[in-house]
């Protein structure tokens, strides 16, 4: 595997991907405990979610860290409360690799620094249309776990937001 470091840039915002092992589709089902490990996670660190969309077997957030070294921490955090708490629910199978994990995440995540609004808005765009992307809706405004009402509230997108011609082609896509 080839090595990967991480950008440490304080005063950025992370662009993250989050997904559940194999795929599994355990996210909306469990919502209420999501929701859980990031409220439990915020006791620990200091940070803000400019906007997420969580779909059935994965997440994207762009996270503003207030110390730019944290953001493994917080992901950590969020999926080890997770983990912890879905077990009494939940049928989980233990990692191959590590027998200290429960196989409820994927063991990495993507992460992106971002380096300006341009590029913040392009990833903003890509975490509301993802779930019209992967056909859980027909429009970005349909899919109530995200923050695109949020961002229809504060007049960043218009309610009727989402174009199946426009160019999202980012980087990354999941």
Not at 36 to 45: G, L, V
Not at 91 to 98: I, L, P, R, Y
Not at 162 to 172: C, P, Q, R, S, T
Request: proline share 3%; glycine share 2%; charged share 25%.
């Amino acid at each position: 595997m080839p090595n990967y470091t991480r950008i440490f840039a304080e005063g950025h915002a992370y662009f993250i991907t989050i997904n559940t092992e194999k795929r599994r589709p355990i996210l909306i089902d469990n919502i209420a405990l999501l929701r859980q490990a990031f409220a439990n996670s915020k006791q620990y660190f200091d940070y803000t979610i400019d906007c997420i969309s969580i779909m059935p077997d994965h997440l994207h957030m762009i996270l503003l860290p207030r110390n730019a070294d944290e953001y493994p921490n917080i992901i950590t955090s969020i999926k080890m409360y997770f983990s912890k708490n879905i077990k009494h629910s939940f049928q989980t199978t233990q990692s191959q690799s590590n027998k200290r994990e429960l196989g409820v995440w994927q063991r990495r995540y993507y992460e992106h620094t971002i380096r300006d609004e341009n590029e913040l808005e392009k990833y903003r765009n890509y975490v509301h249309y993802n779930p019209v992307k992967h056909k859980l809706s027909n429009a970005a405004k349909d899919w109530e776990f995200s923050s695109f009402s949020k961002f229809v509230k504060n007049g960043f997108y218009d309610e009727d937001w989402y174009n199946l011609d426009e160019d999202l082609d980012l980087e990354y896509q999941s």
